[in-house]
């Protein structure tokens, strides 16, 4: 099964799960950002990655609104080189509206991420051909106030059928990847991969999430990030793109 399938699976079961207040309002970008979602599987999606970066889910500002992970418009954009129609949530909050590629705001945890890559590798080709980037969960839910509510904070009846069906697409994407390692960006993101690949010949791992709302990734993220890399085994081009 190719990434495009098992995208379009998890999106038809995690469309099917309902949930309770505090979460108010649904985000699923695999259904109202698919043309995104595709374009970015299909151009960068078909390799064999050394490594698999996993995030949790979309941020408000990134996938919520471009389909891609740590979807930060402009780099999404002038980097990865994907723009597409984007559609609605069925329910929108009117505090966290869904414009796509014109929404003005910049998603830092992406901004860090893929200006890490661009700055590391000379083309999106380059850094794809040692590393993936995925989201283990691709809903986003926000509170009746327009706060974000991460997955692990859902109760544990919400939580189950959810991380079940999260827990099969990222079992058959590093199936059909293939990669040595699985790097959660965050601890939630290395706990699940943990829980997900179990017997699967991969290296299990972490780094540290690029959220502003971390002091410590404040305080110089794409070194830590690097170092924690290089920690488990993974060797990095130097900044002109040479091994």
Known sequence: MNLIDIAGRLRDEVDVLSFAAPVA?????????????????RRFGGGRPQVVLLGMNPGP???????????????VREWLGI????????????????????CPRR????????GWAQARFPTPERFFAQFFVANYCPLAFLEEGGRNRTPDALPKVEREPLFA?????????????????VVGIGQFAADRAAAALGGLEVTV??????????????RGWARQAEEGL??????????????
């Open 25 to 41: 309002y649904v985000y699923n970008p695999l259904d109202y950002a698919w043309p995104a979602q595709e374009a970015y599987l």
């Open 61 to 75: 500002f990134g996938m919520a609104q471009t389909g891609v992970p740590f979807g930060d418009v402009g780099m």
């Open 83 to 102: 723009e597409a129609a984007v559609g609605r949530p069925q329910r929108e909050h009117p505090k966290r509206p869904v414009t796509g590629f014109a």
């Open 107 to 114: 998603e830092v945890s992406g901004q860090r991420l893929w």
């Open 165 to 181: 069906a999260c827990d099969r697409a990222l079992r058959a994407t590093v199936e059909a990847l293939a990669p040595a390692y």
């Open 205 to 218: 791992g972490r780094i540290l999430h690029p959220s502003p709302a971390s002091p410590a990734a404040n």
């Open 230 to 243: 290089r920690e488990l085994g993974v060797s990095l081009p130097d900044r002109a793109g040479t091994a």
